[in-house]
């Protein structure tokens, strides 16, 4: 009952406290996080791994498709083995036609919010109300068989496909049916922005065509053990959700076009030239320097030519989420070898002339930098070949192939900003081969757990390979104006795809930011890079999700970031911390007399002393240190020696140091001294420090000099919106007015 009635008082006390600050009442970033995450189960562990039970489903594609030049048309005709791998039994399979966000009736269109102003442009007016002109997209599937040839039933819901069994499928049987297809691509230069993962360009001035060949087949929807079917519609933005499978591709071109695609080519003496095989070779064991393959000469030639003669291309891919192709008569193509642990993969880039010289010097290195940088963080590129093909104003990743802008002048001169955002774009459109393509996250759910993460280690790489270019993404310096702004406007990391208005800031940058906090202020590099590259190794070629990821980060690490996550990932709070007082204190000396010392400073009266000071300039406070009281020791019979350690406090300075949370994040605190001898000292709080009240606190620290400035967060490691109240003592601003009084005068 005693000790009942003093935890009260305590409790009583410290919440009387709390009222008087009047501050933000307790936020509960302490709050442990387990009571948001998903139940641990036999699929998916509480330590962040996948369980003993962890199943994903499999679907394998054989596929014939033919691109035809002049109409613009992709017929295909596929065999899909899907696989039942999970403990239930499916009556109908789910099928993705994302191409149908382009079809007159899509719902992308349907719920765009759109307005007029005064004046528009037209290309504005086309995106916003989806004036395509002549085109009509979206998929035309002319039939669904099973192997038997007998049809089956099949409805098509906007941008998804539910194709009725006529038998459950259940588990550990597979099921293999056809389905055949046609759609026109879209033109990216007249349908931008729902195009803009793919699609086709021309080029005026020799009258062809570069073609991105993108989500282009029914391709299977996820069926996991997080969401069932994945059936979310394609509105755009939020991406895709795929299953793992093997595929066998064969694709109908123009005689004279090259194809860049997702796998290994099966049949290089039927659509290369001897010249082409050898260079091949050559490159093959190139690993210093790329080897031109088809040259910029031979690819003009072609230019003119415009062969009507056909070609297939086969090619074959394991254990990818998807298969996406490239083909134009105007490629250059170049390769090189890059060793990863024990394999070597292919580095190729693809590009017209408008491409170079930039492409030529660049693209292929920028892919071995990129695989040889994310292997060390993430897991070794596992792969046979990893593409960069060059199209305009576009970076879009695939399994082993990706999309990538960076177009010098017609004169072939270029800026610097222009290398660094294709290099910046090649990088981070490479390194999604790792996230989500290997470690396979639900992008239709999760922008930040393949944009985020990995625009993070493209900002290690960009660090690593290119310390001269400027970076966007990363310091914590990258995300403060964002955070500073409008709160309307920003959602947190943890919402659907769809849902972010500023998909750039937040889903990149802040997750970026954050994690380069994490890993430089919070956890250590150590760490941090043990940690990530663990939750990379244990998801890899399966099917994460936050979870999975929040407690792997903590399971292999030892440090409670229930915090973080809850910040950073949960809210749209920002970090904004106050120094808003300094006290300097000195002990008073044991057997001075107290009426001659300090004088000054003693006779000041209660309210006198309490009033905050603006800096060091009042002299030390005196305080007084006083013996141990006999009752401390109960049962004890030992003793300290008090008068030897208050003795050796008498000639330090103590500095009690006040901070106030403005902005609901609760980051570490770094606190840089600087001391009268011009010498300077640097010590971190760790987060905890926040965990019993997160509006304020205070904190003593003993110094053997004295110090005359204390700046928190000097280097600006916590994305601290206001550093302008992170000194004491404080800085004073001179105003553009006084300035200019001041030159008048
Ligand atoms: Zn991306």
Redo the contacts with the bound molecule.
């Keep these: 009952m005693k000790i009942f009635l003093l935890v009260c008082l305590i409790g009583c006390y410290s919440l009387l406290a709390q009222e008087q600050n009047e501050k933000p009442k307790w936020q509960g970033k302490f709050e442990q996080l387990g009571q948001m995450l998903p139940t641990p189960n036999e699929y998916r562990t509480g330590s962040g791994a996948p369980g003993p039970a962890y199943w994903q489903q499999q679907a394998d594609y054989s596929i014939n498709v033919e691109l035809n030049d002049e109409t613009h048309l992709i017929t295909g005709s596929e065999t899909i083995t899907y696989f039942n791998n999970s403990p239930d039994v499916l009556k109908y399979l789910w099928l993705q036609l994302d191409q149908n966000i382009l079809s007159d009736d899509s719902e992308t269109s349907k719920v765009k919010v759109t307005s007029v102003n005064d004046t528009l442009t037209i290309g504005k007016l086309k995106n916003d109300l989806s004036l395509y002109g002549d085109y009509h997209g979206g998929y035309k599937i002319k039939s669904i068989k099973m192997i038997s040839g007998a049809d089956l039933k099949y409805v098509i819901n906007h941008t998804m496909m539910r194709v009725d069994l006529k038998e459950p499928l259940k588990t550990g049987e597979k099921f293999s049916f056809n389905v055949e297809w046609s759609y026109t691509v879209p033109d990216r230069g007249n349908i931008s922005s729902q195009a803009d993962r793919g699609g086709m360009e021309f080029f005026p001035k020799d009258g062809n065509y570069l073609y991105c060949i993108t989500y282009w087949f029914p391709r299977m929807c996820v069926y996991d053990d997080v969401n069932g079917w994945q059936n979310k519609q394609f509105l755009g933005q939020g991406e895709f959700a795929l299953p793992f499978g093997n595929y066998k591709v064969n694709i109908t071109v123009p005689a004279d076009h090259v194809v860049g695609a997702t796998g290994v080519l099966q049949n290089p003496a039927t659509v290369l030239n001897s010249t082409e095989r050898e260079q091949f070779k050559t490159a093959s064991v190139s690993f210093d320097k790329p080897v031109i393959i088809v040259s910029q000469a031979d690819a003009e030639r072609k230019e003119k030519l415009k062969s009507k003669e056909k070609k297939t291309w086969e090619f074959k891919a394991e254990n990818v989420r998807d298969f996406a192709f490239t083909s134009s008569r105007k490629f250059i193509w170049d390769a090189m070898a890059v060793k990863i642990g024990e394999k070597t993969t292919m580095a190729m880039s693809f590009y017209p002339k408008e491409g170079n010289p930039l492409w030529e010097l660049e693209s292929t290195k920028a892919i071995k930098n990129t695989l040889t940088t994310y292997s060390k963080y993430s897991l070794d590129y596992p792969y046979p070949v990893a593409i960069s093909v060059h199209t305009a104003s576009q970076?879009m990743?695939y399994p082993m192939i990706c999309f990538n802008r960076g177009r010098p002048k017609a004169d072939g001169t270029y800026t610097p900003e222009k290398r660094r955002d294709m290099v910046s774009v090649i990088i981070?459109?490479v390194g999604?081969n790792f996230y989500p393509m290997i470690i396979n996250s639900d992008e239709r759910q999760w922008a930040w757990m393949?944009?985020g993460l990995?625009s993070f280690v493209q900002y290690l790489t960009l660090k690593e390979h290119y310390p001269e270019l400027p970076v966007l993404r990363g310091p914590a310096s990258t995300i403060m104006a964002y955070m500073k702004g409008s709160k309307t406007i920003q959602r947190p990391l943890m919402v659907n795809a769809e849902q972010p208005i500023k998909l750039g800031a937040e889903q990149y940058t802040k997750c970026t930011a954050a994690l380069n906090i994490l890993r430089e202020t919070v956890m250590g590099k150590e760490l941090f890079d043990k940690a990530f590259k663990e939750y990379a190794e244990r998801w890899a070629f399966k099917h994460p999700s936050p979870a999975d990821f929040f407690r792997t980060m903590e399971d292999a690490s030892a440090v409670d970031l229930d915090w973080f996550w809850r910040g950073w990932f949960y809210t749209t709070d920002h970090c904004d911390v106050s120094l808003d007082q300094v006290k300097w204190l000195k002990v008073k000396k044991q057997g001075t007399d107290p009426e001659t010392k300090n004088k000054a400073v003693e006779n000041l009266t209660a309210e006198e002393k309490n009033k905050p000071s603006k800096d060091f300039s009042g002299g030390p406070q005196p305080f007084s240190v006083l013996p141990t009281d006999e009752r401390f020791y109960r049962e004890f019979t030992s003793r300290f020696n008090d008068k030897a350690l208050i003795s050796s406090l008498e000639n330090k300075n103590f500095y009690e140091l006040k901070f106030t949370n403005k902005g609901g994040l609760v980051m570490p605190v770094i606190i840089e001294w600087t001391f009268k001898d011009g010498t300077k000292e640097t010590e971190k709080l760790p987060a905890e420090i926040w965990r019993t009240n997160e509006s304020t606190f205070t904190k003593v620290f003993i110094k053997d000099k004295e110090v005359t400035n204390v700046i928190i967060d000097p280097k600006n490691e916590t994305a601290d919106i206001t550093p302008d109240d992170n000194a004491f003592p404080r800085v004073e601003k001179v105003s553009k007015f006084d300035e200019l009084k001041k030159k008048a005068n």
């Design positions: 970076g990743e981070h459109e999604h393949d944009e990995n």
